[in-house]
T-cell receptor, first 109, second 116 residues
Framework: GQNIDQPTEMTATEGAIVQINCTYQ??????LFWYQQHAGEAPTFLSY??LDGLEEKGRFSSFLSRSKGYSYLLLKELQMKDSASYLC??????????WGAGTKLIIKP | GAVVSQHPSRVICKSGTSVKIECRSL??????MFWYRQFPKQSLMLMAT?????????EQGVEKDKFLINHASLTLSTLTVTSAHPEDSSFYIC????????????FGPGTRLLVL
């Protein structure tokens, strides 16, 4: 089957940096998304990677290595409002979305 | 974890026809289901929120008469795209939530609609 693996929960301190890792199966790939989802709200798009490398967007950056089936989301200068779930989502060769279960990020003062 | 299925996974139809997409929660009762739409390489867009036994709440700009949503049971919600046109071609994703706001939404795999 096709699996997305990401940690269930992470804790970080306000002002710090955190990296959320995600691995996926490399057979069939059309891109990798990261979403942020606050409790009770719809997911919010953060990034899309289809080529290897680092994409920087403000405090958030996303990295992709297609050969390794690996991505990470890097959050800098953490703020309390960054407490949310972060979803790693793969688009496969049929353009179907394979959703990770999400990483719940807890930010402590 | 909880499983949400969608059927069909992909559909091709002629302009003017109606298409029904089913969303089912397989191992839990979903008090709330969400319908999203996604264009290629773009973010999810929430279309509507449906609660079992009540009318769906549509987001601004989404035509309720065109996108009919029925949430007749705690495990099934349907989205019917009426009189489909090529611009309705998109990726439709449902998600389901078991309880209150703090509960996780579980997403279906999506349905790809192509209107010719």
């Amino acid at each position: 089957g096709q699996n997305i693996d990401q940690p269930t929960e992470m804790t970080a301190t306000e002002g710090a940096i955190v990296q959320i890792n995600c691995t996926y199966q490399t057979s069939g790939f059309n891109g990798l998304f990261w979403y942020q989802q606050h409790a009770g709200e719809a997911p919010t798009f953060l990034s899309y990677n289809v080529l290897d490398g680092l994409e920087e967007k403000g405090r958030f950056s996303s990295f992709l290595s297609r050969s390794k089936g690996y991505s990470y989301l890097l959050l800098k200068e953490l703020q309390m409002k960054d407490s949310a779930s972060y979803l790693c989502v793969q688009m496969d060769s049929n353009y179907q979305l394979i959703w990770g279960a999400g990483t719940k990020l807890i930010i402590k003062p | 974890g909880a499983v949400v299925s969608q059927h069909p996974s992909r559909v091709i139809c002629k302009s003017g026809t109606s298409v029904k997409i089913e969303c089912r929660s397989l191992d839990f009762q979903a008090t709330t289901m969400f319908w999203y739409r996604q264009f290629p390489k773009q973010s999810l867009m929430l279309m509507a929120t449906s609660n079992e036994g009540s009318k769906a709440t549509y987001e601004q700009g989404v035509e309720k008469d065109k996108f009919l949503i029925n949430h007749a049971s705690l495990t099934l919600s349907t989205l019917t795209v009426t009189s489909a046109h090529p611009e309705d071609s998109s990726f439709y994703i449902c998600s389901a939530r078991a309880g209150d706001f703090q509960e996780t939404q579980y997403f279906g795999p999506g349905t790809r609609l192509l209107v010719l």
